[in-house]
């Protein structure tokens, strides 16, 4: 048994609050466990004039440009929760390194509360070094002080005074309050890179591969499990959600993909239909019935 979660199409959605009920009820209709989203919060001008005033280094080769929408996930996770009852909210990946550490504690604690419990936070360091110097951090120490968030973001969560004394961050006798109802918050890790595999390995209750086949990260999984291993951890102690993509499949390589996982140890998996030319909100709500009928969902 897999929890089959959707990717919330950011980018291709648009902004109308009835097509985003209607989405995340129909989502929670077709027997979807669970509803993933992307993150960003700026956009960058691409243009190489732009390029050339603020100093780059090159002009600007991000997937996504101020003109791409991204609805911010704590404040969507909020709107889905209150027409929901069953469906859980993971962010895939929240940038950490520049947001502030207790205003995420708090941020995530709330939704926690007001979901009844039906949050994981996914979290990453980031790449876009344009939008983490204009909200006013250093990309340079974004891995370093991501894991001196995670201590703070675990204490806040789970104790009701915290005194931290860090490189990064202060805290002398404060708390958040509400407490969240999952103390702590389960957090999940995605990427490749070794620093996230040991990060995950120490600290995370899970793992978002970026490999679309488990075949395709067997040598990640490989150096996954030896990291764990340092850790007195195995597999079996975490999550695994990778991605299946709408457009890249039939229902015989929805199914090959998701068997293979789950032989991995993966309990999760969310399908993705961005990148397929929809361009009405509707269109993904269909290819999500598609898939859900295809693949057995309840309801589906």
Excluded at 110 to 125: I, K, M
Excluded at 161 to 182: A, K, S
Excluded at 220 to 231: F, G
Aim: proline share 6%.
């Amino acid at each position: 048994f897999m929890n089959i979660g959707t990717v919330f199409p950011q980018t291709e959605f648009g902004n109308n609050p009835a097509a985003l009920r209607d989405y995340t009820q129909a989502v929670e209709d077709l027997g979807y466990s669970h509803v993933l989203a992307y993150e960003h919060v700026l956009g960058a001008d691409p243009s190489p004039e732009n390029s050339r005033t603020n100093g780059w280094d090159d002009e600007w080769r991000g997937p996504y440009t101020y003109e791409h929408s991204f609805h911010e996930p704590f404040v969507l996770f909020s709107f889905m929760a209150a027409l929901t009852v069953r469906l859980s909210f993971v962010t895939g990946v929240l940038i950490l390194p520049q947001r502030q550490t207790a205003l995420v504690a708090k941020q995530a604690a709330e939704l926690d509360v007001l979901s009844g419990g039906r949050l994981r936070l996914g979290l990453g360091v980031g790449w876009n070094k344009v939008e983490m110097a204009a909200l006013g951090e250093d990309p340079a120490t974004r891995g370093k002080r991501t894991d001196e968030q995670i201590e703070v973001l675990q204490a806040l969560w789970t104790e009701p005074l915290v005194t931290f004394d860090g490189r990064w961050h202060r805290l002398n006798g404060v708390g958040i309050n509400p407490m969240p109802v999952q103390r702590p918050i389960p957090l999940w890790f995605g990427g490749h890179a070794e620093a996230v595999i040991d990060r995950l390995a120490r600290l995370g209750a899970g793992w978002m591969p970026q490999s679309p086949q488990a075949d395709h990260a067997a040598d990640w999984l490989e150096r996954l499990d030896a990291r764990l291993e340092v850790y007195g951890r195995t597999r079996k102690d975490i999550g695994i959600e990778p991605r299946l993509s709408f457009k890249d499949g039939t229902p015989e390589i929805w199914g090959q993909t998701l068997e293979g996982w789950r032989q991995a140890g993966a309990a999760h998996a969310s399908i993705n239909t961005m990148g397929c030319g929809f361009d009405r909100p509707s269109q993904h709500i269909r290819a999500l019935q598609h898939f859900a009928s295809e693949m057995g969902l309840k309801n589906g």
